[in-house]
């Protein structure tokens, strides 16, 4: 592991240990050449993922990215970063157990909305507003209408029905 600090090749590990998920081993290192600290982080990669923008564009899956993205809908929101972790983990399992090698944005975009609605309304219509490109007022309304119908039927209340009785 290069050294962030003054670049050399030579770091040593003076402690390991699991995050608290199980998900990945954090490692403590210290450089001999200039004595700089940091930590690094180790994760499994099943497999190299390749995202296929709406453009036709090919990149390389970047879990930072989507846990940015995420952090950014979530921003003064009382949500544990615990949980966030969590859903990020979920959301790269998803996709890597998905048996493809390729995976469109979409689904990300979708994956990341399914995971926010169920973590944060608010965040979840954040989201929402640049995933789906809101331009009005009223695609806010239609969103948190559908919001609210879905939190309706997941509570198995049948709301009432109105007529001229």
């Known amino acids: 592991m290069r050294c962030p600090y003054c670049g050399s090749l030579e770091t040593q590990v003076k402690d390991s240990r699991p995050t608290d998920d199980h998900a990945s081993i954090r490692r403590r290192r210290v450089c001999p050449d200039c004595g700089g600290r940091f930590t690094t982080f180790e994760r499994v990669q099943l497999r190299e993922l390749t995202v296929v923008k709406r453009s036709g564009r090919r ?15 979530l921003r003064k929101r009382p949500v544990a970063p615990e949980r966030v972790e969590r859903m990020v983990n979920g959301i790269v399992r998803q996709l890597e157990s998905s048996g493809e090698g390729e995976v469109s944005s979409s689904t990300i975009g979708e994956l990341v909305m399914e995971g926010l609605k169920s973590l944060d309304d608010v965040a979840y219509v954040r989201f929402a507003s640049v995933y789906k490109n809101f331009r009005e007022a009223r695609d806010f309304e239609e969103l948190l209408g559908q919001l609210s119908s879905d939190e309706i039927e997941a509570a198995g209340v049948v709301p009432p029905i109105r007529g001229d009785d």
Do not use: N, V, Y
């Open 59 to 73: 990149t390389l899956f970047d879990r930072d990215k989507l846990q940015t993205s995420i952090e950014i809908a």
